[in-house]
């Protein structure tokens, strides 16, 4: 990911409609689990390291990532490391995030198989990813994305490499249509030389607690055992 993008997430990840119904999603997704040791990987600026009291480690290839994730949260334990190369021993965590980092991954099957060996059985992995490869806009590529996935790529990918498939959904899915129209608009608009932008957009106070409002819901379902067929991400729990 592009540094300027690292710094506009980390000034929008604490009340972005976007960033905050993602983290209630996974919260939803996770239940009750209680892990010990948890493994952050791809952490970028380190909202999500505030979401467990357990034994926390954020790891990113990116430096300036690290950096605004120590001004963040200073007593986090930050380590710099490529995610096709953990730097663990094999058996060692309880659960592992990948959150909207396989996409970055020239390889994602390295990454999930290395993901799979530092996890000890019985683990859980949770993933969530950029669905559809019609959606695929300039929002991707300044993010320095490779891949967009279907539900059923991504949880063949996690099967191949032994996870056993405990939840998959599709996600943000009320504004669903909205957004595949303002990334279809990206395409027909986007200009020639132009540097690619991700669609990080601040929004009207009013319309950025409507679209939160809109994935506590799906939150809420998701909860409930609801998988949505449908939605621009997808999120996954799989387990060793």
């Known amino acids: 990911m592009k540094e300027e993008e690292f710094e506009k997430m980390f000034l929008l990840e604490d009340f972005y409609w976007w960033f905050k119904g993602r983290r209630a999603i996974i919260s939803s997704v996770l239940g009750d689990l209680k892990p010990e040791r948890i493994l952050d990987v ?32 200073s007593d ?33 099957v390295k990454g999930l ?3 799979y060996r530092v996890l000890k059985k019985g683990g859980t992995l949770l993933v969530t990813v950029p669905a ?5 806009s300039e929002h991707d590529e300044a993010l320095c994305h490779f891949r967009r996935y279907s539900k059923g790529e991504i949880a063949g990918k996690m099967e191949g490499v032994g996870f056993s498939i405990k939840f998959i959904s599709y996600a943000i899915v009320f504004s669903f249509f909205p957004i595949v129209l303002f990334r279809l608009l990206q395409k027909v608009l986007k200009r020639a030389n132009r540097t690619p932008k991700s669609s990080l957009i ?8 409507f679209l939160y ?16 067929p ?7 729990r799989g387990e060793k």
């Open 42 to 73: 791809g952490c970028g600026t380190g909202a999500n390291l505030s979401l467990f009291n357990a034994n926390v480690i954020g790891l990113d290839a990116s430096l300036e990532a690290l950096k605004l994730a120590k001004r963040r949260k």
């Open 76 to 108: 986090a334990q930050l380590i710099q490391a490529k995610a096709e190369n953990l730097p663990f021993k094999d058996d060692v965590f309880d659960l592992v995030l990948a959150l909207d980092l396989l996409e970055h991954l020239p390889d994602d």
């Open 113 to 115: 198989k290395e993901m």
């Open 132 to 136: 559809y490869k019609f959606l695929w």
């Open 202 to 209: 601040i929004l009207p106070a009013f319309l950025n607690d």
């Open 213 to 228: 409002y809109l994935l506590l819901q799906e939150a809420k379902m998701i909860k409930n055992g609801f998988s949505f």
């Open 230 to 236: 449908f939605g621009v991400s997808i999120i996954c």
